[in-house]
């Protein structure tokens, strides 16, 4: 059976007995969020930013995109100050059951709420959106399709809307992902805010520096793997930012922005509080982690406000 890669990620992640259904993301990949409890309480911040920006509403949203466990939305009830701690609401959006132990504060969703007033922070969801591949030939662009089974590929044919978003956002390589899902799942996250902000982080590209072979690769269990869209394995495939409404920066740029600095602490503590040096030190390592500019600091943020 031949399928789109579009619909076969689909099946394979949301589907019936699909990948998110069953698999909590942290059991096979690492996020900022579990990097540093430093990025939890960034982003507390940026609420926070968000709240003085519209007055400090008598009820002031966080809405948590792809919620995994919970923990970005644990961290961020448990960080705030108490004026804004008492008229937060937080909602953690995820299609897998809620975690056993979660906050019960925490609403747990399987769609935003509409009409958001406060914050919505999306860490790494919009690379799980699903999307076609495109394959350049002599002829030109060329649909790709995919055998969920074996994940065996062959060619097929671009329908208008394809060609289109491939020619104005990636118009030259080898193999595509073709963005425009990304950038309607995008659109209608930003919809669903009535006043506020909405945040997308993800591992990214713009239109300069594209990838020439494409992304899409496989999870499991820490590792790469052969992305097959069986079920078995987590499918991603960076973002093309750049195609989605909002203003771009990179998480080193905004975090360090919002007070994650990854210092270390003076060495003369380590004299007179060698354990406390130590802690220091760690957390220290753990933030400049994720301002890293070879890694997680060259994430990409997009930011929408409304």
Known sequence: MWLRWREAMRQALYGADGFYRRERPHRHFRTSVHASPAFGAAVTRLLGEVDERLGRPRVIEFVDMGAGDGLLASQVLAGAPADLASRLRVTAVDLSARPEGLDERVQWADAVPDGVTGLIFANEWLDNVPVDVAEWTSEGPRLVLVDPASGEERLGDLDAKDRDWLERWWPVGERAEIGWPRDEAWAGLVGRLAAGMAVAVDYSHVRSDRPPMGTLIGYRDGSWVRPVPDGSCDLT??????????????????????????????????????????????????????????????????????
Request: proline share 4%; hydrophobic share 45%.
């Open 237 to 306: 495939a960076h973002v093309a930012l750049d195609a989605c409404a909002g203003t771009l920066t990179t998480q080193r740029e905004a975090l360090l922005r919002l007070g994650v600095h990854g210092e270390r602490p003076p060495l003369d503590q380590a004299r007179r509080d060698p354990a406390g040096y130590l802690r220091a030190l760690s957390a220290a390592a753990a933030e400049a982690e994720l301002i890293d500019r070879g890694g997680l600091g060259a994430f990409g943020w997009l930011t929408c406000i409304r």
